[in-house]
Protein backbone atom coordinates (compact mmCIF):
# COMPACT_ATOMS: atom_id res chain seq x y z
CA UNK A 1 0.00 0.00 0.00
CA UNK A 2 2.34 2.67 0.64
CA UNK A 3 4.29 1.89 -2.56
CA UNK A 4 1.25 3.17 -4.28
CA UNK A 5 2.33 6.67 -2.71
CA UNK A 6 5.13 6.44 -5.22
CA UNK A 7 2.63 7.30 -7.32
CA UNK A 8 2.38 10.86 -6.81
CA UNK A 9 5.78 11.28 -8.79
CA UNK A 10 3.71 10.99 -11.27
CA UNK A 11 1.17 13.70 -10.48
CA UNK A 12 3.72 16.42 -10.39
CA UNK A 13 7.03 17.29 -11.53
CA UNK A 14 7.44 19.47 -8.80
CA UNK A 15 10.95 18.12 -6.23
CA UNK A 16 9.41 19.37 -3.55
CA UNK A 17 6.63 16.40 -3.81
CA UNK A 18 8.90 14.11 -4.77
CA UNK A 19 11.78 14.62 -1.80
CA UNK A 20 8.42 14.36 0.86
CA UNK A 21 7.31 11.26 -0.56
CA UNK A 22 10.94 9.92 -0.05
CA UNK A 23 11.16 11.00 3.40
CA UNK A 24 7.67 9.72 4.15
CA UNK A 25 8.77 6.14 2.80
CA UNK A 26 12.20 6.37 4.22
CA UNK A 27 10.14 6.57 8.02
CA UNK A 28 8.18 4.12 6.74
CA UNK A 29 10.81 1.55 5.56
CA UNK A 30 12.85 2.56 8.76
CA UNK A 31 9.73 1.61 10.78
CA UNK A 32 9.20 -1.36 9.06
CA UNK A 33 12.59 -2.87 9.64
CA UNK A 34 12.51 -2.20 13.33
CA UNK A 35 9.43 -3.45 13.86
CA UNK A 36 9.66 -6.72 11.89
CA UNK A 37 13.06 -7.26 12.23
CA UNK A 38 12.71 -10.40 14.44
CA UNK A 39 10.60 -12.23 11.42
CA UNK A 40 13.15 -10.80 8.74
CA UNK A 41 10.83 -11.91 5.41
CA UNK A 42 8.22 -9.83 7.05
CA UNK A 43 10.91 -6.62 7.10
CA UNK A 44 11.47 -7.16 3.81
CA UNK A 45 8.38 -8.18 2.77
CA UNK A 46 7.04 -4.60 3.96
CA UNK A 47 10.11 -2.51 2.54
CA UNK A 48 10.69 -4.08 -0.95
CA UNK A 49 7.31 -3.65 -2.33
CA UNK A 50 7.29 0.08 -0.71
CA UNK A 51 10.45 1.60 -2.08
CA UNK A 52 10.43 -0.38 -5.43
CA UNK A 53 8.30 1.08 -7.19
CA UNK A 54 9.15 4.76 -6.30
CA UNK A 55 13.11 4.04 -7.24
CA UNK A 56 11.51 2.92 -10.69
CA UNK A 57 9.73 6.31 -11.19
CA UNK A 58 12.26 8.32 -10.03
CA UNK A 59 15.41 6.62 -11.88
CA UNK A 60 12.68 6.96 -14.86
CA UNK A 61 12.19 10.77 -14.78
CA UNK A 62 15.32 10.82 -16.07
CA UNK A 63 16.46 14.44 -14.39
CA UNK A 64 19.66 14.40 -12.43
CA UNK A 65 17.88 15.23 -9.50
CA UNK A 66 15.75 12.45 -9.38
CA UNK A 67 18.17 10.01 -10.25
CA UNK A 68 20.22 10.98 -7.48
CA UNK A 69 17.19 10.76 -5.12
CA UNK A 70 16.60 7.07 -6.56
CA UNK A 71 20.37 6.37 -6.14
CA UNK A 72 20.11 7.88 -2.15
CA UNK A 73 16.79 6.09 -1.83
CA UNK A 74 18.60 1.78 -3.18
CA UNK A 75 21.57 3.29 -0.71
CA UNK A 76 19.26 4.15 2.16
CA UNK A 77 17.03 0.63 1.78
CA UNK A 78 20.55 -1.26 1.27
CA UNK A 79 21.48 -0.32 4.80
CA UNK A 80 18.28 -0.68 6.18
CA UNK A 81 18.43 -4.14 5.12
CA UNK A 82 21.47 -4.88 6.49
CA UNK A 83 20.76 -3.21 10.00
CA UNK A 84 17.36 -5.50 9.75
CA UNK A 85 19.61 -8.63 9.64
CA UNK A 86 22.04 -7.41 12.27
CA UNK A 87 19.19 -6.62 14.54
CA UNK A 88 17.40 -9.97 13.20
CA UNK A 89 21.04 -12.25 14.05
CA UNK A 90 20.74 -10.14 17.62
CA UNK A 91 17.35 -11.75 17.94
CA UNK A 92 18.30 -14.70 16.92
CA UNK A 93 21.24 -15.37 19.26
CA UNK A 94 19.64 -13.73 22.78
CA UNK A 95 16.46 -16.71 22.08
CA UNK A 96 19.28 -19.26 21.23
CA UNK A 97 21.54 -18.15 24.82
CA UNK A 98 17.90 -17.77 27.04
CA UNK A 99 16.99 -21.12 25.85
CA UNK A 100 20.85 -22.65 26.49
CA UNK A 101 21.02 -20.91 29.57
CA UNK A 102 17.52 -22.70 30.55
CA UNK A 103 18.51 -26.37 29.53
CA UNK A 104 21.89 -25.72 31.16
CA UNK A 105 19.83 -24.62 34.30
CA UNK A 106 18.04 -28.03 34.19
CA UNK A 107 21.10 -29.73 33.86
CA UNK A 108 23.07 -28.30 36.70
CA UNK A 109 19.78 -28.81 39.25
CA UNK A 110 19.71 -32.12 37.98
CA UNK A 111 23.25 -32.59 38.75
CA UNK A 112 23.28 -31.15 42.16
CA UNK A 113 20.14 -33.86 43.07
CA UNK A 114 22.50 -36.20 42.16
CA UNK A 115 25.79 -34.98 44.18
CA UNK A 116 23.45 -34.48 47.30
CA UNK A 117 22.17 -38.37 46.92
CA UNK A 118 25.55 -39.49 46.34
CA UNK A 119 26.98 -37.61 49.77
CA UNK A 120 23.53 -39.15 52.12
CA UNK A 121 24.67 -42.39 50.69
CA UNK A 122 28.43 -41.96 51.05
CA UNK A 123 27.71 -40.08 54.23
CA UNK A 124 30.55 -37.39 53.03
CA UNK A 125 29.90 -33.95 53.03
CA UNK A 126 31.48 -30.93 51.01
CA UNK A 127 31.93 -27.43 51.22
CA UNK A 128 33.26 -24.70 49.04
CA UNK A 129 34.86 -21.17 49.43
CA UNK A 130 33.81 -18.45 48.11
CA UNK A 131 36.56 -15.96 48.15
CA UNK A 132 34.25 -13.02 47.61
CA UNK A 133 32.27 -12.87 50.28
CA UNK A 134 34.75 -14.90 52.57
CA UNK A 135 31.62 -17.72 53.15
CA UNK A 136 32.05 -21.07 53.49
CA UNK A 137 28.66 -22.69 52.11
CA UNK A 138 28.71 -26.48 53.57
CA UNK A 139 26.08 -29.34 51.75
CA UNK A 140 23.48 -30.83 53.64
CA UNK A 141 25.45 -34.02 54.03
CA UNK A 142 27.89 -31.92 55.84
CA UNK A 143 25.62 -30.39 58.01
CA UNK A 144 24.01 -33.78 59.10
CA UNK A 145 27.29 -35.31 59.51
CA UNK A 146 28.60 -32.19 61.85
CA UNK A 147 25.49 -31.93 63.51
CA UNK A 148 25.02 -28.50 63.12
CA UNK A 149 22.08 -26.37 62.77
CA UNK A 150 21.89 -24.21 60.04
CA UNK A 151 20.65 -21.15 61.77
CA UNK A 152 23.67 -21.25 64.07
CA UNK A 153 26.09 -21.73 61.31
CA UNK A 154 24.85 -18.78 59.68
CA UNK A 155 25.41 -17.18 62.90
CA UNK A 156 29.07 -18.59 63.11
CA UNK A 157 31.52 -16.35 60.95
CA UNK A 158 33.51 -18.41 58.80
CA UNK A 159 36.69 -17.24 57.29
CA UNK A 160 38.52 -18.21 54.50
CA UNK A 161 39.73 -21.75 53.86
CA UNK A 162 37.70 -22.31 57.15
CA UNK A 163 36.63 -26.42 56.48
CA UNK A 164 33.52 -27.98 58.35
CA UNK A 165 34.44 -28.90 61.89
CA UNK A 166 35.52 -32.63 62.63
CA UNK A 167 32.80 -35.20 62.91
CA UNK A 168 32.24 -36.13 66.25
CA UNK A 169 29.61 -36.69 68.96
CA UNK A 170 29.61 -33.90 70.29
CA UNK A 171 30.76 -31.44 68.12
CA UNK A 172 26.71 -29.74 67.67
CA UNK A 173 26.77 -29.59 71.52
CA UNK A 174 30.49 -28.26 71.80
CA UNK A 175 30.01 -25.17 69.02
CA UNK A 176 26.24 -24.45 70.26
CA UNK A 177 27.90 -23.56 73.67
CA UNK A 178 30.57 -21.56 71.89
CA UNK A 179 28.02 -19.43 70.48
CA UNK A 180 26.26 -19.03 73.46
CA UNK A 181 29.21 -17.94 75.70
CA UNK A 182 28.31 -21.09 78.02
Known amino acids: LWGLSGSIVRMTSDPTYHVFVVFVLGGMMAAGIAGNAAYLPAALGFVLPSIIPIIAL??????????????????????????????NRSIVENIRLRIEQKNLSV????????????????????????????????SDETFRI?????????????????????????????????????
Open 146 to 182: SGVDRAIHALIRCGPGAPPPRRSRDSGRRLREHVSGS
Open 58 to 87: LAGRRTLTQIEMALMLTAFAAVLAMVGRNI
Open 107 to 138: KLKASEATMAEAQAIAHLGSWDEDWKSGSVPW
